[in-house]
């Protein structure tokens, strides 16, 4: 009977421990969406503003809040597509293709936005 419990308590000691699987991390939480720049903020304002007085055919204000906008955010396209159909409405055609040419410059892939300026500059070409 010593034998048998003799040999139980060495095969135990030899086993492997059971191993326990190490805790997976949690992902880390999802930090909420920024908001908005204050620049976004502004520059939102500023196109609505143009827009607004554009529709009104008070094109002078709309051109100056676009050149504000600008100002801001020079590198945004949209802005200088606004403004080149601001300058366009306003007849004045080779500001209007160049403002085109400018936002095609930063439009990058937007090909929505590069077929708008084409057409524009093509508007502008035809009646200048």
Known sequence: MRLVLALT???ASCAVPEQIPEPVPEPAPV???L???KESIAIAGLMDSARSDAAAGNLAAAAASLERAIR???RNPRLWHELARVRLRQGQFAQAESMAARSNSWAGADSALRAANEGLIA???ARR
């Open 72 to 74: 801001i955010e020079p």
């Open 9 to 11: 308590l060495l095969l």
């Open 35 to 37: 908001p908005p720049h």
């Open 123 to 125: 508007e502008a070409r």
């Open 31 to 33: 930090a909420p969406a």
